[in-house]
């Protein structure tokens, strides 16, 4: 057997071995791998070689699933974290935890402040911002704007209608503070400088950048929100193919996404470097 073969059937022991590793119930086990498409071999050498099955199917890229009992999540530790309870696939929370170590090293401290969100509890985030219950990042209460498609869009200059969020997927994060105005300034700014220069050694891309010529569509920026590529990059080309504004419904405002075209305006109005080459 050549080197190359012995490493390929390396690999692929190790997909099969950390996926079916990590479930916990065994009685569930064929219904939750169902569901996981193996990553074949190639695309594990191309992306890495780190990189755990994907599940590119809607129900997935839509956050209908539990995280704490998916086979690719973990829960995040509280060292890393400011709270508990946090979930990331394992792959991002790998390179999550050598990104940190590398920080460290240069006295910078990553912070996760917010991770996996399925979808009900996006759907949580947006209909209190709906209803009123929660007041906008501009400082009014989105029931003051009575035009349903107006409300809609002032809610989306940060927050994403239930499954359509970047943190479905477990591969995104926000760091240290959700505001701009922290990463431009101190140690904000010795922060940002820093995962400016080497996040993507570590597969992380940022998905909200200044909106521009080049980003003309989609959030505000984020300084705060960054993305593992090697497998988000897959799951956004997936949701080109397969999400759909129609398939987005379920919760208050949910008639507006047609409209807004939510999925080719926000979802794919992303940063091109979280995009596949
Ligand atoms: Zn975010």
New binding site residues.
Partial sequence: MSVLSKILSFLTFLIIYSCSSQVNDPGDKDQRTANVSLLSVEDTLKYGGDTLPIDRSVQYIMGRFEPDTHPVFELIESKYADRAGMYLRSDTYEAFKKMHAAALQDSIELVIR?ATRNFNYQKGIWERKWSGETTLEAGIKATSIENPTNRALEILRYSSMPGSS??HWGT?I?LNAFSNAFFEQGQGLKLFNWLTTHASTYGFCRPYTEKNAERPDGYQE?K??WSYWPVSSQLLAAAENVLKDSMITGFMGADQAAEIKVVEKYVQGVNMQCKLN
Wanted: proline fraction near 0%.
């Fill in positions: 917010s970047r943190h995104d926000d984020e705060w929100h």
